[in-house]
């Protein structure tokens, strides 16, 4: 169990929940983990960018882990809203690569980010929302601007942006 943090480039940080046994549930101490990396990114100068995801296939995250103990006091909900980013404005942008299962705080967590891209739409593992990647096709008839992406993002695409 553990929030990861890694570098695709100088300017583009990768943060990883991973938790898989648990759909990616994230523990008191994961999310005071995730609420400090959020500090330190926006005071890291050559960061410019963020992905956060989650590990496996299975689940990007599904919120909190409530096996423990679930009392929560007014520290421990700043602790949680900070790490959920809903209270603070962030300087960086924010990418949420959503791989499977997104529910409960994992969802409050991905739609607090700037962009969202999702894998394949899986009603066959219960999904009931499909949140395929999305481009805006700017030669279409405005009201069909938005239409469904096939394939991967071209690759290099994240170095372009950032």
Known sequence: ???RLTRHSRHVAIVTVDNQPRLNAMTRQMLSELGHLWDE?????DC???VLTGAGERAFT???D???DLSAGPEVARMVNHALLKNDAYSKPIITAVNGDCVGGGLELMLSTDLRAAGP????RGQV???SVRWLD??????????????????GAIDRCC
């Open 48 to 50: 410019r960018c963020i």
């Open 41 to 45: 990114l926006e005071h890291d100068r």
């Open 129 to 131: 929302v499909d949140l």
């Open 138 to 155: 700017d030669q279409a008839d405005p009201a069909d601007r938005l239409r469904s992406r096939h394939g991967p993002a071209l690759d």
């Open 121 to 124: 739409f899986r009603p066959d």
């Open 62 to 64: 599904v919120g909190a």
């Open 66 to 68: 409530v096996t423990g």
């Open 1 to 3: 169990m553990e929030i």
